[in-house]
């Protein structure tokens, strides 16, 4: 089983920056992919951002976020990041790291919360205009 704990949201204002962490502990030995999530009240969970443990960098982004959020991941420390640059009032959303299990060969989109079997608490992040 994995473990991610979020940490770094907060109240920005519109153009400002944030970094989110997700630290991870547990087995995460067979978690290949590693993804962020956000939701708003009311709205449904989207995928933001997600990359392979053996990327090399490579990531995918929702197109809404591509060219301003930055996914990374430090396998050093199994620690995944989500860079936001340039944020926006529509970008404010519960934030969630979230983790596959690759032994479960979950078919599903790399940005669809069905492929993720472990989740974070999430941390808030609010933009204001």
């Known amino acids: 089983q994995v473990q991610l704990l979020e940490s770094g949201g907060g109240s920005v204002q519109a153009g400002g920056s944030l970094r989110l962490s997700c630290a991870a502990s547990?087995?995460?030995?067979?978690?290949?992919?590693r993804a962020w999530f956000r939701q708003a009240p009311g709205k449904e969970r989207e995928g933001v951002a997600t990359i392979h443990i053996h990327s090399d960098g490579s990531a995918t982004y929702a197109d809404s976020v591509k060219g301003r959020f930055t996914i990374s991941l430090d396998n050093a420390n199994n620690t995944l990041y989500l860079q936001m640059n340039n944020l926006k009032p529509e970008d404010t959303a519960m934030y969630y790291c979230a983790a596959e299990e690759g032994l479960l060969g979950i078919i599903a989109g790399i940005l669809s919360p069905a492929k993720y079997t472990y989740w974070g608490q999430g941390t808030q992040v609010t933009v204001s205009s």
């Open positions: 547990g087995s995460t030995s067979t978690s290949f992919y």
